[in-house]
């Protein structure tokens, strides 16, 4: 029977992991809706803009596996007091930018201080709970970041209305300095296997995703057949199949690549990756195309956001529920064609006259869809491996999330400047309608590699061999 002193501290470390995932999720949301404000302060493009976010999403990407391992080997409560404070120092860093340029480079910064921070709070959350409590706890955490997922724009939308956009970083130092001395004060320092750090992988796929990246982006200014943009995509696949021969040959892998062998795995991962890259992609452009198409400020742009997003509070724990009943395959299919359906009915009717009320019903009709289909594809991936891999198979799953969310910015934006610009608003909408174009497709293709997932997850754990 657990004492009084002992459920005390399950609910600081609750409390504290929740407080820190809270805020690296609404950072990455409360900025969607100051992009035009930033845009218009620095006089920078659409595409120069788009790094603010992919900067983030790539060093999260590829450092989140190492951070698992850092907190492995130094320490948990001391790798994550650490990673919020590079948090707050890059949080700092965003609101002191002078120029994009400096913005990009901290909201890097910041992306490898979540990278830590992420993680490490999952981990010690798990190992301060036993398995008939840790259910509860991990729902009431999952809970705590999704809200920030909900009121994140429209909290963005106020504060850059009303203080400026710089403040949307600012509020991060006060909150990040009292959790780093509330997590040295209450937290218990725990370790985990001490597994050598795969730092070749590392580079290599962060290196392969930022040429593949580039020349997305640069294929519009400088020509598709230009030596710039053709190295650049021959780079990044060639990078690409480097890191898949390394981690094959690694004794220690960051990916694991037999993982992929196993069906449900591999086409949860495929749906996965392409529903968050139509997902991150219509994040970024949707409130831009509220405010400089429709007209509204950054605060109502974010409060218009909320039939999106607020169905993932409602959609998602019934989802969860329906996924032994149904099985992953009929919801991320269903989910992901609601979500390809919703986003190509805007790109039909989208214009600089269209009402908002015209845009409510796809709205919700993508965002029920995404709902449906994100619990089930993580369960798809996760039930795939064996319960001592399940952690690494998070790690990767999230892997894939950042890294869909990057390219799937980087494929609307190139989309957006082929048809359109930020100049007008009828320039800004044509370019709009075919990213948004571009995102039901990517959707589709989603739907299609879910057809891939058994109709009824089946127990393929023991099939998984142990890692080495």
Not at 1 to 7: G, I, K, N, S
Not at 286 to 313: E, H, K, N, S, V
Not at 448 to 460: D, E, N, S
Request: with cysteine; hydrophobic share 60%.
């Amino acid at each position: 029977m657990q004492t009084p002193r002992e459920r005390a501290e399950q609910r600081w470390v609750l409390g504290l992991t929740a407080l820190a995932s809270f805020m690296m999720a609404l950072d990455a949301m409360i900025m969607t809706t100051a992009f035009a404000t930033i845009r218009a302060d620095f006089g920078s493009t659409v595409e120069t803009l788009q790094w603010t976010v992919n900067a983030f999403n790539l060093t999260f990407a590829v450092l989140l596996l190492t951070g698992a391992a850092l907190g492995d080997r130094f320490g948990r409560r001391r790798m994550f007091a650490a990673g919020i404070g590079l948090f707050v120092v890059a949080s700092a860093a965003c609101a002191l930018a002078g120029n994009a340029a400096a913005l990009i480079a901290a909201r890097a910064l910041q992306g490898a201080g979540a990278a830590l921070v992420m993680p490490l709070a999952m981990a010690i959350l798990s190992g301060a709970f036993g398995r008939e409590e840790r259910a509860r706890a991990l729902g009431i955490f999952s809970g705590i970041t999704g809200c920030a997922l909900i009121i994140g724009p429209a909290i963005g939308g106020f504060i850059t209305e009303h203080l400026g956009w710089r403040w949307i970083f600012w509020i991060n130092l006060p909150i990040g300095l009292v959790a780093i001395a509330l997590v040295i004060a209450r937290l218990r320092e725990s370790f985990g296997p001490a597994a050598p750090l795969d730092i070749a992988g590392l580079t290599l796929v962060a290196l392969a995703a930022l040429a593949l990246v580039w020349g997305l982006l640069r294929g519009n200014g400088v020509g598709w057949a230009s030596a710039e943009v053709t190295g650049a995509l021959i780079a990044g696949v060639a990078l690409a199949a480097m890191f898949v021969l390394w981690e094959l040959r690694a004794t220690s892998p960051m990916v694991p690549m037999r993982l992929f062998a196993v069906r449900p795995f591999a086409s949860g991962m495929a749906a996965s990756v392409l529903f968050y890259a139509a997902m991150y992609g219509v994040l970024f452009l949707l409130p831009q195309f509220l405010q400089i198409a429709l007209g509204f400020d950054a605060f109502g742009a974010g409060l218009r956001l909320l039939p999106w997003t607020a169905t993932l509070f409602v959609t998602a724990p019934i989802a969860g529920a329906a996924v032994n009943r149904f099985g992953e395959r009929t919801l991320v299919v269903t989910g992901l064609l609601m979500q390809a359906i919703g986003l190509g009915w805007i790109s039909e009717i989208v214009s600089p006259a269209v009402p908002y009320s015209a845009l409510v019903a796809p709205l919700v009709l993508a965002g029920v869809g995404v709902s449906m289909a994100m619990p089930a594809a993580q369960n798809a991936v996760l039930g795939a491996v064996a319960v001592s891999e399940m952690g690494k198979a998070s790690g990767i799953f999230n892997m894939g999330r950042f890294l869909g969310g990057m390219f799937g910015i980087a494929a609307l934006v190139a989309s957006f400047s082929a048809n359109g610009a930020a100049d007008t608003s009828g320039h800004f909408t044509s370019g709009f309608a075919s990213a948004m174009s571009l995102a039901a497709t990517l959707s589709f293709a989603g739907a299609v590699a879910g057809l891939f997932l058994p109709m009824r997850r089946r127990a393929v754990a023991a099939a998984a061999p142990q890692d080495a």
